[in-house]
């Protein structure tokens, strides 16, 4: 288009400014990158994110009575009590032999409003009447917070190792950042209580290596320390192992690290941010590749600048470095980009036309504003509404929106600000595809571009119907999706849940875990093991709840050397246990993500009728569709919401997807009373908040557009081009054998606007072309081959940006990876042919004037 037919802009606000006082441009570019690295030192560090905890579990004991009298005296009059509270959203309970065991769940909110939440509740409780003999229930508010650091005290005899973790806990309380210390498996002095009996019977022990020697058992009482909040977490753990050192211990105590959250968070991090580099460099390369070296260098400055200024953002708003605000540093690195390279190209389209440097270098941003502006905001609002989603998941997401949301608006402030200043510089002007001629590799696709525009043009409706069509086609895919909420994590760990028959004595339940611990020993994968017996081990990783005490109860938590060994290990011990430990049911788990489920299939099993044949049919389909370790509570009086109800639950065998195996049991089950717990309903429940995300964020992407281009049906040209995208979504789950799930979800959701906000601008040019005067066909042609630079860059940045993290970010981010690379490839393509088809159609049927 020629400039002389634009009116001519005079003032650039602070772009211009930018550029014509450029000593403050420097002073502040310095002053941004010192914020950055400021703020990337004192940042807290985390593995995951935190859930918020508003689970609490109320125990009530009354020596001597049967789990019977237990419920009709106990567990329903209190469970009356707490239907009370106003965000209730859960409560299950146990009855068993001398103890009720009621697990509370609130509905996710600020801290402050759960706390009151909970005093409430005591109040509550208070009111209730208990028989004569029942000690008053004690409720826990902060049993689901995890151990920091997880000590084991190894001794000849478990006298000896009290004594030692007794003077561990005193010393460690000398530690300013230390928080809540508690010792597990150090049996009372007396036996004065039933708590003191249930205490007595709980036991450790750990199996420990010394150097490559084998595996040898001791007698241990397990430490676990919290870190207080708002410390720096590779800090506490230096001053809690100094000040381990400096104490002096016992003859013949050792004391050995048994689950180490700071060495994890250090590998988690230092693994993202090695991708994050890549990531970068990748990036880089790209501009490189689409751009002359000039510009590739302005892009790449523009990183480090934008970053800096995310990094100080997420400072300000107390948001961790953890994995999940790492990847989205990560996943906004491409789209990051999208503001300084239409900047970049916009200066050299006016320096090519003439325009001298003090000028081009803020009017060629200054003219695009308007479509930065809104490509911004489409990206935003394309991320934003995840932070909407309820309760744990949503907390669980939360950093991904703010932190993407932190690097766009960094990313529209620099490329209105820094990219001028450094375009002043460095840039010498580059005409776009429209050119003649050019030496860059890539102008031999103009030819086949064009051409395939032109076809387009002279078969508008052809050309739609066949992009709509081979959507329809893709979805013959769906079938292939595995279901899968959360991938297990990538930690060097396992658990094992043991369970005797209800009224088994605990020294049955130590006979078991002792065999277990000589299979154990035998493995040289394993480098150390906790074995509890008369309970669980202490919670040390997010989402492993802790496991109540009780005489027929264990757990063991297997270290391996390293990560990769886990695997191979489970469907080892699998076979081994199986065969070898048949008087207790034995489960080999890997450690998921997400929220907390004790096994990915739950049926629950309520409401009138016979419930024991109820039951006994849902677990005959289960074994049928090839489930693992099929069990329930029966043995348990547990009611869920105040019904009676028996939860029927399973693994898969290793390697095999839960949501196949329920796929084939669920259409044999009983109609009535049933279900679905575990995987099931948590994937349920978010495929239903996540179209109520998707709609809002369509509509925001949509109003952003009605506003940019003050019409709606040139908006419905742009959207009706974002569902060719899960073309390529679907494509790409198919192709990488990703399961569908929540992170899968998440990318679908947000694809919809890094569509739009990489098209935008080509859209935008033809809204130029056209007020200019030019006829429609020539102005779509000219449109399409100016933006393409521009348009190829954003993608291919953003679509290279994520393949470190698809190859290297783990199973939890492969999904997300999968829709993101193929949806965005497939839809540019497709769009680049359909956008101007489409709007020449409108404009043929005189929708559009």
């Known amino acids: ?173 000398k530690v300013p950042s230390t928080g809540r210390i508690r010792q597990f498996g150090h049996p009372p002095a007396e036996i004065l209580s039933f708590e003191d009996m249930v205490a007595a019977s709980y036991s450790t022990r750990t199996l420990h290596r010394e150097g490559d020697g084998p595996l040898k058992p001791s007698a241990s009482v397990l430490v676990a320390v919290e870190m207080k909040a708002g410390n720096i977490i590779r800090d506490f753990k230096t001053d809690v192992l100094a000040q381990i050192e400096k104490t002096k211990m016992p003859e013949g105590v050792r004391v050995i690290t048994v689950s180490d959250q700071p060495a994890a968070t250090a590998h988690r991090i230092e693994e993202f941010l090695r991708c994050f580099i890549e990531a970068v460099i990748v990036v880089v390369l790209v501009a490189l590749l689409l751009m002359d070296w000039r510009t590739a260098l302005v892009v790449a400055v523009a990183i480090p600048l934008t970053i800096a200024m995310t990094l100080g953002g997420m400072a300000a708003l107390d948001v961790p470095l953890q994995q999940i605000s790492i990847a989205a540093l990560i996943i906004s690195l491409g789209m990051l980009v999208d503001d ?70 960094s990313s529209r402030i620099v490329s209105m600000t820094f990219i001028p200043l450094l375009g002043y510089y460095l840039l010498k002007g580059q005409k776009g595809f429209d050119a003649v001629s050019g030496s860059h590799p890539l102008y031999r696709l103009v030819p086949v571009y064009r051409a395939a525009l032109q076809f387009g043009l002279r078969r508008p409706l052809a050309t739609v119907l066949g992009a709509f069509a081979l959507l329809a086609a893709s979805t013959a895919l769906i079938p292939l999706f595995g279901k899968q909420f959360f991938p297990a994590a990538e930690r060097n760990q ?178 009535e009373g049933i279900a679905f717990g575990g995987e099931e309903r948590e994937l349920t429940n978010s495929q239903r908040e996540m179209e109520r995300v998707l709609k809002i964020s369509l509509a925001l992407i949509a109003l952003a557009m009605v506003i940019q281009f003050r019409s709606i049906m040139k908006s419905l040209v742009v959207m009706l081009t974002v569902p060719l995208g899960l073309i390529g979504a679907f494509t790409g789950l198919a192709t990488t054998h990703a399961s569908f799930g929540f992170m899968a979800l998440i990318g679908i959701v947000s694809l919809a606007g890094v569509i739009v906000s990489h098209i935008i601008v080509l859209s935008d040019f033809i809204e130029e072309e056209r007020a200019a005067g030019v006829e429609l066909e020539k102005a779509l042609m000219h449109a399409a081959l100016v933006r393409l630079r521009a348009v190829l860059a954003t993608v291919f940045a953003t679509v290279c940006g994520l393949i470190p993290l698809a190859l290297t970010g783990g199973e939890l981010w492969r999904p997300l990876t999968a829709v993101h690379i193929f949806g965005l490839l497939f839809a540019t393509v497709l769009t680049l042919l359909v956008l101007p088809v489409l709007y020449f159609l409108f404009a043929r049927w005189k929708w559009i004037k």
């Open 1 to 173: 288009m020629d400039s002389s037919l634009t009116p001519a802009i005079t003032r650039g606000g602070i772009t211009q400014f930018f550029v014509e006082h450029r000593v403050l441009g420097w002073l502040a570019m310095i002053a941004v990158l010192a914020w950055g690295c400021l703020s990337f030192t004192q940042l807290p560090q985390q593995e995951d994110p935190t859930f918020p905890t508003h689970d609490a579990v109320l125990i009530t004991v009354m020596p001597g009575a049967p789990a019977e009298v237990m419920k009709k005296e106990i567990t329903i009059k209190l469970e009356a009590a707490l239907v009370k509270l106003p965000t209730l959203e859960k409560l299950q309970s146990q009855s068993k032999d001398n103890v009720s065991i009621i697990v509370v769940t609130l509905k996710t909110d600020r801290k402050e409003v759960i706390e009151a939440h909970w005093k409430q509740a005591k109040e509550l409780i208070a009111e209730v009447k208990l028989p004569e003999g029942c000690n008053e229930p004690r409720l826990e508010t902060d049993f689901q917070l995890p151990a920091t650091l997880l000590f084991s005290v190894l001794a000849d005899d478990g006298t000896k190792a009290g004594e030692a973790a007794d003077i561990i806990e005193q010393e460690l309380k």
């Open 340 to 409: 300084p390279v239409v900047a970049s190209d916009g200066i050299n389209r006016e320096l090519a036309e003439g325009q001298p440097r003090g000028i081009a270098a803020w009017l060629g941003p200054f003219k695009l504003r308007r479509a930065i502006f809104f490509g911004t905001v489409i990206n935003i609002v394309a991320f934003l509404p995840l932070a909407l989603l309820p309760g744990d998941m949503g907390a669980f997401i939360i950093s991904l929106p703010i932190v993407i949301t932190l690097a766009l608006v």
């Open 494 to 671: 396992l658990l094992v849940d043991i369970q005797l028959p209800e009224g088994s004595p605990i020294e049955q339940t130590m006979a078991v875990t002792a065999r277990m611990g000589d299979f154990l020993q035998k493995d040289d994968a394993i480098q150390s093991a906790v074995m509890v017996s008369g309970g669980g081990t202490p919670m040390f990783y997010y989402n492993v709840l802790p496991r109540q005490s009780a005489a027929n109860v264990a757990q063991v938590l297997v270290n391996t050397r390293k990560a990769e060994d886990v695997p191979a290990l489970i469907v080892h011990l699998r076979e081994v246990f199986d065969r070898e430990i048949t008087d207790a049911l034995c489960l080999v788990k890997q450690i998921e993500q997400g929220p907390a489920l004790e096994t990915p299939i739950q049926i629950e099993v309520s409401g009138p009728g016979y419930l024991e044949a109820k039951v006994a049919k849902v677990a005959e389909e289960l074994r049928k569709a090839g489930a693992y370790k099929v069990h329930d509570d029966s043995a348990i009086l547990s009611r869920l919401n105040q019904r009676r109800t028996i939860t029927v639950k399973a693994l898969a065998p290793f390697g095999e997807l839960a949501s196949r195996i329920l796929a084939k049991a669920r259409e044999h089950f009983p109609k």
